[in-house]
């Protein structure tokens, strides 16, 4: 049974980079999907904010274009997520998640960061 | 951006009652829309993708429909499990976008 995991720092300090790690188990990322980054705003607004594709190309929401990257370790079957110059508006769950067809089937079970000093 | 409008932003049903929850897209997504119900503290869980497509293991009392513009969830016979919030989601165009939510409680 596939599963993701998201873990990194629940606390981001303002103007600083948050990092998450997405950890695959039961399928590995480089047979197929896309592997996408979402988030859930308080007030429950949700973004997509990019993938990395199996073949290792990414897409990126314009939003975010500027501050976001998406990178993956194939050797460890792990996703990453770095996003540049926070503010507290980047407050959030995150998600990871895997998309098929445009949907997601698979997500994390979520983590919370939180920006402030 | 394609915007989706979901409604209502909440509801209250009873016990067996049919519930329907909308999203309007501002320009059509030719059937490439998604429904998921998370519940308090988890994650996502995929109801209907392609539109009207039902994902393994959700119940038959979940469907979805629409065409264009306007697409709908249908819930026939509201259970007490299905309290949750709802929201739909369209891949047709990058970036691929989110409804508002619907918050769905048992009355």
């Known amino acids: 049974e596939i599963q993701l995991q998201e873990s990194g720092p629940g606390l981001v300090k303002p103007s600083q980079s948050l990092s998450l790690t997405c950890s695959v188990t039961?399928?590995?990322?480089?047979?197929?999907?896309?592997w996408s980054w979402i988030r859930k705003f308080p007030g429950n607004k949700m973004e997509w904010m990019g993938y990395?594709?199996?073949?290792?190309?990414?897409n990126y929401n314009p939003s975010l274009k500027s501050r976001i990257s998406i990178t993956r370790d194939t050797s460890k079957n792990q996703f990453f997520l770095q996003l540049n110059s926070v503010t507290t508006e980047d407050t959030a769950t995150y998600y990871c998640?895997?998309?098929?067809?445009?949907?997601?089937?698979?997500w994390g079970q979520g983590t919370l960061v939180t920006v402030s000093s | 951006d394609i915007q989706m409008t979901q409604s209502p932003a909440s509801l209250s049903a009873s016990l067996g009652e049919t519930v329907s929850i909308e999203c309007l897209a501002s320009?059509?997504?030719?059937?490439?829309l998604a429904w998921y119900q998370q519940k308090s503290g988890k994650s996502p869980q995929l109801l209907i993708y392609?539109?009207?497509r039902l994902q393994d293991g959700v119940p038959s009392r979940f469907s979805g429909s629409g065409s264009g513009t306007r697409y709908s969830l249908k819930i026939s016979g509201m259970q007490p499990e299905d309290e949750a919030d709802y929201f739909c989601?369209?891949?047709?165009?990058?970036?691929?976008?989110f409804g508002g939510g619907t918050k769905l409680e048992l009355k």
């Open positions: 998640a895997r998309a098929l067809l445009g949907a997601f089937a698979y």
């Open positions: 039961g399928y590995t990322i480089t047979s197929g999907y896309d």
């Open positions: 990395i594709s199996y073949s290792g190309s990414t």
């Open positions: 320009e059509g997504i030719s059937n490439d």
């Open positions: 392609a539109a009207s």
């Open positions: 989601q369209q891949s047709y165009k990058y970036p691929w976008t």
